[in-house]
């Protein structure tokens, strides 16, 4: 089994799903006691989003960067951003460490693929929805990517700092995000990724009226596929 490699802390709500994802996946994939061997560098989220709204990038591409080499020192064979937003340094973390980083616009590409599925909506931070880092990472696969008008984007991205980073999961917030949603939907989507790891713990498949893409479990799962193979 290879050692997973986690930067985390992005928030810490999204990190603990990960590890449960994993060990969970892991569990049932070899039985028993079995679970994930991995390596976790939880950052300072305040720090990180500090710099996010400051657009100052490259800065925060460095924090990731140097924690990815503490991972790699530690022994991780394979690499994972535990955070969609994040992967916008994506490539200025790949180029400080030596192990593969697995990329979650990949993962979660070839899982709306897989189902058959070309046009799909896009959730997450406004950073995630109104930049080419992603969207554009998606649309190289072929797919032909919606997102939120801007009073969706507005009210999807003060959710998830204000209140999914913090833990707190509100109906209301539940009902704003089905409203979302469906405009998406009616604009012709055919599934929708849920491209924020805190989403996650608010909207289910039960939430929606076409098939979600959960970001997170498909990226735990193709980092156990990866390690166990």
């Not at 449960?20 to 390596?39: I, M, Y």
């Not at 991972?71 to 790949?94: F, P, R, S, W, Y």
């Not at 990517?145 to 801007?150: F, G, M, R, W």
Request: with cysteine; net charge negative.
């Amino acid at each position: 089994m290879k050692t997973i490699g986690l930067l985390g802390g992005m928030s810490w709500e999204s990190t603990a799903e990960y590890y449960r994802l994993l060990n969970e996946l892991t569990r049932d994939e070899l039985g028993g006691l079995h679970s994930a061997k991995c390596v976790l560098y939880s950052v300072d989220f305040a720090e990180v989003e500090h710099l996010q709204s400051e657009g100052r990038w490259v800065e925060a591409g460095e924090l990731l960067a140097s924690a990815a080499r503490s991972v790699e020192a530690a022994g991780a064979d394979l690499l994972l951003i535990c955070t969609n937003t994040m992967h916008k340094v994506a490539d200025q973390v790949q180029a400080a460490v030596q192990i593969p980083l697995l990329h979650l616009a990949d993962t979660t590409a070839a899982a709306v693929q897989a189902a058959g599925v070309r046009r799909v909506g896009l959730l997450g931070t406004a950073f995630t929805m109104e930049q080419d880092f992603y969207r554009g990472r998606l649309a190289s696969h072929g797919l032909d990517v919606l997102v939120p008008d801007t009073a969706g984007r507005a009210a999807v991205h003060r959710i998830i700092y204000e209140e999914l980073c913090l833990g707190v999961i509100r109906d209301e917030s539940r009902a704003a995000y089905q409203a979302v949603i469906g405009e998406l939907v009616a604009g012709g989507a055919e599934g929708v990724i849920l491209g924020c790891t805190e989403i996650e713990l608010l909207i289910h498949p039960e939430h929606s009226p076409v098939p979600v893409f959960p970001t997170t479990r498909l990226h735990a799962a193709a980092a156990v596929t990866a390690a166990l193979g």
